[in-house]
Every structure is written in structure tokens, then in C-alpha cells.
């Protein structure tokens, strides 16, 4: 299979002529050829996205929205077929995949219903016979890049109200995964949504992902990826004065109280941290544990991992999947060598799967270090694999200050069954999403989505605070009453 660029409603080979494999990382086959496009594919995308842009904003928001509902009714149909697709391309077991894809369906409904309401604010005029009020407007061409790990759900959270708010979208998905890229236009397509609204255009990051962010006519880029990309984005973004919002890594933790159910506490952990292999920026990276209940939670951690299976996602008793590539693997385990060497105790894992089935694939051992102390590295910085590190703390108060001590604020979890812990924590954990009683992963797409600090840059994916990003505010007066009313001036006092 050979996926092609999709500009202005058309399949198109990228004017590089250029390929590059698709491999899939349960078998270490190659799936696909994906097109590695230039800026001309991108030049082409955005003038046309810019034409179909004029079109589209005066089209309706309830009509714009019609066809996201549409949308939605195909993401449903083809579910099944959508998520192992999905598991064949980013290797995250097929229940997974599946939940991946609701969430795109769910955002395509949730969105669909902002088309009836993108509401603006009315309000009083100082000044007699005025009226005022704001409204939303599009932005014009909005410049898409994102992961691999969530190859359609991250799409759908920001192409969805970009295009219900009357934007057109210029794409570029991750190379890793083109395959969902692909089917979302697809769907695009058969829903009815006009030609020139929506594009994809593949590539890698330096050559394609660079060219949408410096276009000129590419007003707002939302980008999902690595913190260290993320900041060169931005710096550009900054000289050209362009809107970014961008959603970054993650050093998740886990916070498990002396008061815990520690049955709750062990399914939260290993869910949030070895889902998804760990490739979630929301994955439970630590563990902040009361000194009262280490060994225990512990011991029951270690049965746990014992019975997870590791292999092909698409085998639905599969708990963890492969990595993304070889080069992930790598990482990991040159993290997994720092936490050795740091002084961090190896409970389990800590070593990349070669043997038997799994030598064709990327596969990492369920991996957890224990003894781990707040400054060292593999407590600090995101491995991006299924590797969790264990720290002993003696209150709430040292939990909550372990867990805010590190560069990243997307997610936090607390497990307790004391209100005054819970309330404390709610307040006072410095993460963009918290959770009580469950692990550090399972966001809603209706409510904002996003962290602090190294995370991101004070923008939401998700819920309606998305629309933030791609609509501007139009504050407008309305003065009816035949004469020159001066602001501040004429108010009568
Ligand atoms: P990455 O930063 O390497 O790549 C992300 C995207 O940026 C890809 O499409 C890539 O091609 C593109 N890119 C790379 N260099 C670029 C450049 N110079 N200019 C423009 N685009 C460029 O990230 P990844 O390895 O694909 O994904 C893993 C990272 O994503 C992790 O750090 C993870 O935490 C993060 N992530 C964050 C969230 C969130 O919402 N906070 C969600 C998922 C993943």
C-alpha cells in the first residue's frame, strides 16, 4: 500500500517522489510506503486550504457541524476495522485501539453539538443605545502536526472544532503512523466535507512538519510531540508572531497513601503505566508511595506484572504491546542502564525482548525500579516506555512536593481514602489533569486537555477550551442611537 498526500480533495503523490517504509511494530514487517513530501506539497495544501477556507467559514456552523456528525456515524461503522488497522501501525493492543477510536467518535459528536452553540458573550453597553457583544471568528488555515501514539484521536481533537469553528486544516501526521491519517480523510471525504477543507500531507518533521510551521499563510499551529520539538516550534512561532499550542511530554506520578486501597492502587498503576507500553504522555511514570505501605504495594505490584502477557495487540489477551521501533527500545533501555547506574534497584524487567516471537518485533519488559530518589534522572525525565520508578515519601505534603518538583504538569493521581487528602491534593498537585482514585490516565474529551510547566504552553486540547485555539475573539458595538457617543466620555456622570 502506497499513501499519498491529500490536497484539495485528491490522492497525490508528493512532488519528492519520495517513500518511506511503514513497519509494523509487533512483527517488524513493513506495512505500507508513506510519502516523505517537500515544501511545495505543503505550499500546494495551504493555498488551497486558504481558497476553501473563504468558502467554508460562511457555510453554517449548524451545517458545518452536520457533517461532523456524519463523520461520527462512519467512525462508528467502521470501529473494528479502524482499530486494528490501528494496532497494525502503532502496535497499542487492539482494546485499546478500540477505545482510541471512541474517542475520536466521541469527538465527533461532542463538536458536532458546538456547531449550535460556539457561543460568544452579549453584554452592556457604558453607553446608552449601544449594544455589545463578542463572537468567535475562524483564524483561516490551521497547521496540524502530531505523534504516533495516538495516530487518530489526536487528529480528531484538533482538527474537529478547528473545522466546526470555519477553519480549513493542513495536516501532518507523524511518519510512523500515516495509516489513520489516511482513513480520516477517507471518512472526511464520504461525509461530504468540500474539497480544500481538510489535507493531509506526510512527511518527516525537519522537512514537511518545518514548512507548515514557516508558511506564511498557516495561522495557528497545534502541535502534539516531544517537549524538545515542541520548543524549536515555538521559537519559530514566536518570530512570526503565530499562535502554537502546543501539548508536550509528561512525568506522570501515582500517589498511593498509607490509608489506600491497595488493590484499587495496583490496578491504577499498572493500567496507567504499561497501557499503551507506557507511550501515553499521560502514563504513570512514578510512583510516590507512603513509606507505611512500600513493601506491600510492592509485593502486590510485582504479582501483578507477572501476569501481564506481552506480544501482538492484535491477540485480545494481550495486556502490552510492542514499542514503537527499534530506536525506541534503545532509549528505554539506555534510560533503564542510567537508573542501574544512579543506584535505583531493578524489581522486575529491565531488559528488551529478543527471544522467540518476539525477536521480529520492539518489545521491552514491563519494567519497575524501586528505591528511586526525586533527583534522579529517571525520575525526572520522560523514558516514553513501560518503565515506573518507585519513591518512598513520609507525608502528603512530601508527596505533593515530589510530584510538582519535575519540569512537566500534565497528569497526577492520588490514591487515599481520607477527603481532607483528596481536597488538599486537588488543590495543590501542579498538573493539568488530577485524578482520585484512578491512575494517571483516562481523560474525557469533553473536558480540557493539557498540563503546566514543560508541558505545554497555557493552551487546551479538548472540551470547549479548543475552540480557543482556533477561533480569535471579534469584539463588536453596536451604537444605535443616531449620535457620537464617546467610550469613557459621554457615560453621564
Ligand atoms: P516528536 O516531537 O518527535 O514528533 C511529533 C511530531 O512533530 C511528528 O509529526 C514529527 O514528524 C513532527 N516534527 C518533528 N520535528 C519537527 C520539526 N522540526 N518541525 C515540525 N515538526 C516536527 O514526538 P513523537 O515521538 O512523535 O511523540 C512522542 C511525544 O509526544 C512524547 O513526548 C509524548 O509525551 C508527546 N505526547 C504529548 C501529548 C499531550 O497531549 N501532551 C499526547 C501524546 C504524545
Not at 463523520?71 to 485501539?97: D, H
Not at 478500540?98 to 453539538?113: H, K, L, N, S
Not at 486501597?261 to 496507567?272: F, Q, R
Not at 524501586?370 to 518512598?392: L, Y
Request: charged share 25%.
Amino acid at each position: 500500500m502506497k499513501i499519498q498526500n491529500y490536497i484539495n480533495g485528491e490522492w497525490k503523490e508528493p512532488s519528492t517522489r519520495q517513500f518511506a517504509p511503514v513497519i509494523n511494530p509487533a512483527t517488524g514487517e513493513t506495512i505500507a510506503e508513506v510519502a516523505m513530501s517537500g515544501p511545495n506539497d505543503i505550499d500546494e495544501a495551504v493555498q488551497a486550504a486558504k481558497e476553501a477556507q473563504k468558502r467554508w467559514a460562511l457555510v453554517p456552523a449548524p451545517k458545518r457541524a452536520e457533517i461532523l456528525y456524519q463523520v461520527g456515524m462512519l467512525l462508528k461503522e467502521r470501529k473494528e476495522q479502524l482499530a486494528r488497522l490501528l494496532t497494525m501501525e502503532m502496535g497499542k493492543v487492539i482494546e485499546e485501539a478500540r477505545g482510541e477510536v471512541q474517542e475520536g467518535i466521541d469527538m465527533a459528536f461532542y463538536m458536532a453539538g458546538e456547531g449550535r452553540r460556539l457561543f460568544g458573550d452579549t453584554t452592556p453597553s457604558e453607553l446608552k443605545d449601544k449594544f455589545a457583544m463578542s463572537v468567535r471568528v475562524p483564524v483561516g488555515v490551521v497547521g496540524i502536526i502530531t505523534p504516533w501514539n495516538f495516530p487518530i484521536a489526536i487528529a480528531t481533537w484538533k482538527s474537529f472544532p478547528a473545522i466546526v469553528a470555519g477553519n480549513a486544516v493542513v495536516w501532518k501526521p507523524a511518519p510512523e503512523t500515516p495509516i489513520m491519517a489516511q482513513e480520516l480523510a477517507r471518512i472526511f471525504e464520504e461525509a461530504g466535507l468540500p474539497p480544500g477543507v481538510f489535507h493531509v500531507v506526510h512527511g518527516d518533521g525537519p522537512t514537511a512538519g518545518n514548512a507548515l510551521v514557516e508558511h506564511p499563510d498557516v495561522k495557528v499551529i497545534s502541535f502534539t510531540g516531544s517537549n524538545e520539538v515542541g520548543r524549536t516550534i515555538a521559537e519559530k512561532c514566536g518570530r512570526l508572531l503565530k499562535k502554537v499550542s502546543l501539548e508536550m511530554g509528561g512525568k506522570n506520578a501515582v500517589i498511593v497513601m498509607d490509608d489506600a486501597d491497595l488493590t484499587l492502587a495496583v490496578d491504577g498503576i499498572i493500567w496507567s503505566a504499561f497501557g499503551t507500553s507506557g507511550q501515553r504522555c499521560t502514563a504513570c511514570s512514578r510512583v510516590i508511595v507512603h513509606e507505611r505501605v512500600k513493601q506491600e504495594l510492592e509485593r502486590r505490584l510485582l504479582e501483578a506484572v507477572k501476569t501481564l502477557k506481552i506480544g501482538n495487540g492484535l491477540d485480545e489477551t494481550v495486556k502490552v504491546g510492542p514499542v514503537i521501533h527499534e530506536e525506541a527500545l534503545q532509549k528505554i533501555d539506555r534510560y533503564v542502564r542510567i537508573g542501574v547506574e544512579e543506584g535505583a534497584k531493578l524489581l522486575v524487567g529491565g531488559c528488551i525482548l529478543r527471544e522467540g516471537d518476539y525477536a521480529r518485533g520492539f518489545y521491552y519488559a514491563p519494567t519497575i525500579f524501586t528505591d528511586v530518589t526525586p533527583n534522579m534522572r529517571i525520575a525526572r525525565e520522560e523514558i516514553f516506555g513501560p518503565v515506573v520508578s518507585i519513591i518512598s515519601v513520609r507525608s502528603l505534603d512530601e508527596a505533593i512536593a515530589v510530584n510538582n518538583s519535575v519540569d512537566y504538569g500534565l497528569s497526577s493521581a492520588i490514591f487515599t481514602r481520607d477527603v481532607n487528602n483528596v481536597f488538599r491534593a486537588m488543590r495543590d498537585l501542579d498538573t493539568g489533569i488530577v485524578y482520585v482514585n484512578a491512575g494517571t490516565t483516562g481523560a474525557e474529551i469533553h473536558l480540557p486537555f493539557g498540563g503546566t510547566k514543560g508541558t505545554g504552553n497555557g493552551h487546551r486540547d479538548s472540551g470547549v477550551a479548543a475552540l480557543d485555539v482556533f477561533t480569535e475573539w471579534r469584539s463588536i458595538y453596536v451604537d444605535f442611537s443616531g449620535k457620537l457617543q464617546r467610550a469613557q466620555i459621554d457615560t453621564g456622570d
